[in-house]
């Protein structure tokens, strides 16, 4: 019984397609990072950014779906096409989503090793492995499947880390027992006057409504192989993403608002999260949290390497070709980034909020080309955005540079 249960979740999830891949592309050790520390330091007040962030992926995962399913091209080969300038536009964006996405790899390989050696040290009652070997037996690892793989085998992976990841979060919160009166009421939507908020705000939309997500939706759209038919499917796909988005952030940052902000403390790395949650849910609740978030991480790690050769691919108009040398060797230099955490003085968590709100920068340039491409008559013919659809990404545009002009406040 369990058995077909099981089935018909992995089922459910594969139809899903392109929104499961970018749900283990968004929900990683960047965002659990994010959303804990939220959690922890103010509560439950700043849920309203999350949910305005879920909202906004939703409505630029439609249109940048839409556009690719009607044109039959992916986004930067559209914006560098489409636009008199469009191939600086599309290259600045290829760039600045690389450099982006390299400081998150060796944020989340950072934060992946820590809390093996963490979970190594407690099951071995004190006996710790050095994170330079952890990360040495999981690359190559992580290389042959990249080096094998194909669009579909990469979802089915997926699929068994964003189970891994759901299962783990909701346990872990029902085994703490949060104060369930304390996460509703802080709701209540504010932005605490204390310094860092801003740059949280920043931080949760970049790792939330990010920028990469929309531009690799049009590729995964593609891989699919969706035509306009799809275009429910489409749909369907984008909400269903953006809604589980919603649950997992929303499922982590309670964790810490029903227990590490009522008793006032303070979250500054993820390892400290373990050493915080385990004596209030014992050793397993840590285990178990240990596994979730190394499986958020994990499948974070996939998209984030096949984004390099995808964007160029992407740009260059070719196809997407993951065995062919260019690709191999665009995913080899990605992913020894991996390794970058073992040299660098930051920790990997400050070096994801960082990347985070680097991220943040980024959306403007993303949502402002979409808003004339989706109401371009010459490309969109009968499919041109309604009112509607006109009306929430222009929503997004402005969001995009409240939440810059927060992330710009904060870094510099």
């Known amino acids: 019984m369990s058995k077909n249960i099981f089935k018909k979740i992995i089922v459910g999830l594969a139809a899903v397609g392109p929104g499961l891949f970018l749900i283990g592309y968004n929900i990683g050790t960047g965002s659990v990072t994010t959303m804990s520390k939220s959690g922890a330091e103010y509560g439950m007040s700043l849920f309203w950014a999350l949910v305005l962030s879920c909202v906004f992926t939703f409505i630029l995962m439609v249109a940048y779906g839409k556009v690719t399913l009607v044109t039959g091209k ?8 489409e636009f008199k300038y469009g191939w600086l536009l599309a290259l600045y964006i290829l760039i ?9 790899l060796i944020g989340v390989m950072g934060i992946v090793a820590e809390l093996l050696q963490e979970g190594i040290r407690i099951l071995t009652d004190g006996k710790t492995v050095n994170t330079l070997w952890i990360i040495l037996i999981i690359v190559p690892v992580l290389y042959l499947l990249l080096w094998f793989g194909r669009y579909k085998q990469f979802e089915k992976v997926l699929t068994v880390f964003v189970i891994l990841m759901g299962v783990s979060f909701i346990v872990v919160f029902f085994m703490l027992k949060p104060d369930y009166s304390t996460i509703l009421q802080g709701m ?11 740059g949280l705000v920043a931080a949760m939309a970049g790792t939330t409504c990010s920028a990469a997500v929309f531009i690799v939706r049009s ?6 192989g969706w035509t306009i038919k799809n275009l429910k499917n489409e749909k369907r796909d984008a909400f269903v993403s953006a809604a589980m988005m919603l649950f997992l952030s929303g499922i982590i940052m309670a964790v810490s608002a029903g227990t590490l902000h009522i008793m006032g403390l303070k979250l500054d790395n993820t390892v400290d999260m373990i050493h915080l949650f385990q004596p209030l849910g014992g050793k397993w609740a840590a285990l178990i949290l240990i596994f979730g978030i190394t499986g958020a991480g994990l499948s974070t790690v996939f ?7 995808w964007l160029v691919s992407d740009y260059m108009g070719k196809p997407r070709d993951v065995h062919s040398p260019l690709f ?3 995913m080899f230099l990605g992913i020894i980034f991996a390794f970058g955490s073992v040299f660098l003085k930051h920790r990997p968590p400050a070096l994801m909020i ?3 709100a680097f991220q943040a920068c980024i959306l403007p340039a993303v949502a402002i080309p979409i808003f004339v491409l989706m109401n371009r008559k010459k490309i969109m013919n009968t499919y041109i955005a309604g009112w509607k659809m006109n009306l929430g990404v222009i929503a997004v545009i402005l969001f995009s540079f409240l939440t810059t002009y927060y992330a710009i406040v904060e870094l510099f």
């Open 219 to 224: 590729t995964v759209v593609a891989e699919k």
């Open 74 to 81: 992916t986004a930067l080969f559209n914006i560098k096409s």
């Open 188 to 198: 209540i939507p504010s932005i605490p006057d204390k310094p860092g908020a801003l």
């Open 303 to 309: 998209p984030i390497v096949l984004i390099a050769p």
């Open 96 to 104: 600045a989503l690389i450099i982006g996405e390299l400081l998150a």
């Open 328 to 330: 191999r060797w665009l």
């Open 354 to 356: 960082f990347s985070q």
